[in-house]
């Protein structure tokens, strides 16, 4: 009993010093990655008049990915939402992403659908192409198991993430590019841009979600969970069949 104390009292010390993070420095460090990802994303200018910035007051928001999540997520794969959900935190957290710009890439790659299965070998959620992930594999020392494992929701988004993260930096951060390079390629982005054109059509899809998915904040009064939720899932299936139809 005396070592269990001891034990205790010394992690008190060494968290105290900062020898080993609080959850509250977690979450703080967390949010402050998902606001300067925000800003990157939707412009220092935009960002001021924005949804995503009245989120701010919120903090964590770690359950409100959770909840879109599960509601997204297929029946049959309920029992994996929560594992999910905090993949999603975690990789997000882990390379400096705002978790509700992946949501926003999940829904327009897949609406959600792990079994998803693209024209050109692309798998499961974030939509990953199996060369694709065996080359992030090898290059972040990512561990993958081949194929079948991208129908793994948390493999799919793991690797995924990296990806992005990659073309991120091959980009210079520039959200425009290195968001059309995850669905084009990163040298057919180059093509495009050597021309002197932009490319738009994904970008714009991607960022309609994301922006919708923040809108449910838009409200001055403070909301609850399910608020929140209900108001962001309505939103972006306005979003997904105007994207749909045009």
């Known amino acids: ?12 010390v060494v968290v105290a010093i900062g020898g080993i993070p609080s959850v509250a420095d977690a979450s703080k460090a967390s949010n402050k990655a998902r606001i300067a ?13 924005s949804a995503a910035r009245k989120a701010e007051s919120v903090g964590d928001i770690s ?17 994996k939402a929560r ?25 327009n790659e897949s609406g959600f659908n792990p079994e998803m299965r693209g024209g050109h ?23 993958y198991k081949g194929e079948k494992s991208l129908l793994n929701p948390v493999e799919n988004v793991r690797i995924g993430i990296a990806f992005m993260s990659v073309l991120r930096d091959q980009f210079e ?8 390079a995850y669905n084009m390629g ?12 932009m490319p738009k059509d994904y970008v714009q899809a991607v960022m309609k ?27 972006v299936r306005e979003v997904t069949r105007a994207v749909a139809s045009s």
Do not use: C
């Open 121 to 143: 070998t692309e798998i499961g959620l974030m939509q990953i192409k199996p060369v694709t992930a065996a080359w992030i594999a090898k290059k972040m020392k990512l561990k």
């Open 37 to 49: 990802h925000a800003k990157e994303l939707l412009g220092g200018r935009n960002y001021r008049h």
């Open 209 to 235: 979600r994301y922006v919708a998915i923040y809108s449910a904040f838009a409200d001055e009064e403070k909301q609850d969970l399910d608020t929140l939720t209900k108001n962001a899932l309505s939103r």
């Open 186 to 197: 990163a040298r057919r982005v180059r093509q495009i841009v050597a021309d002197d054109r």
């Open 83 to 107: 594992t999910l959900s905090s993949a999603i935190i975690h990789e997000a957290d882990k390379y400096g992403f705002d978790p509700v710009f992946i949501l926003a890439v999940i829904q």
């Open 173 to 180: 951060s520039h959200s425009r590019l290195y968001i059309s």
């Open 63 to 79: 359950d409100f990915i959770d909840r879109m999540t599960a509601e997204w997520l297929p029946t049959k794969h309920s029992k």
């Open 1 to 12: 009993m005396g070592t269990l104390k001891f034990i205790i009292k010394t992690v008190m």
